[in-house]
């Protein structure tokens, strides 16, 4: 009996080692190549710049070719989405965490200058100006803060993101 449990004994030694070796070669192994992290880092760019761009039109537009903008919207995002999907083999490491992060802050981000530009809007009325467009810069602006988180976010998915 001992002859046979050494025997066991040496072989599962050996199981063991090897389970080590492949788990260590696993945890170490990186399954999302440069490319997906860009890709990804691209798609969340372009995500905050549609969103940008869906804020300014729809807010200069204020209501007049709202249908045309926002069928222009959720077309850019569902061909972004799907580019996305095709192109990337995998998800990277920490993106998703950093997509919802950068993607909950531009939505937020998004809702403040909405109101912001309403107020100014409202700040016209009031003082007689009436319904013209605000000035550029305001809706350039709005876009800026409203993109710069996915923008952001997207630098850092593409460069490697949170390790």
């Given at each position: 009996m001992n002859a046979t449990h050494s025997a066991n004994s040496g072989h599962d030694t050996d199981a063991a080692m090897d389970a080590r070796a492949a788990l260590e070669q696993a945890q170490g192994a990186n399954l999302s190549s440069d490319r997906d992290r860009r890709?990804?880092?691209?798609?969340?760019?372009?995500?905050?710049?549609v969103m940008a761009a869906f804020l300014a039109l729809s807010q200069y537009f204020d209501g007049r070719a709202g249908t045309i903008v926002l069928g222009f919207y959720v077309v850019a995002l569902f061909l972004l989405a799907a580019w996305q999907k095709r192109a990337a083999g995998t998800v990277p490491l920490g993106s998703r965490q950093l997509g919802w992060v950068g993607m909950g802050l531009s939505v937020l981000f998004m809702l403040a200058s909405i109101i912001w530009l309403n107020i100014r809007q409202g700040d016209n009325r009031a003082a007689g100006i009436g319904e013209q467009p605000d000035a550029w810069w305001a809706y350039a602006l709005a876009a800026v803060v409203t993109a710069l988180p996915l923008l952001v976010t997207g630098a850092l998915v593409a460069r490697g993101g949170r390790r």
């Open positions: 890709v990804h880092g691209f798609a969340l760019a372009g995500f905050g710049l």
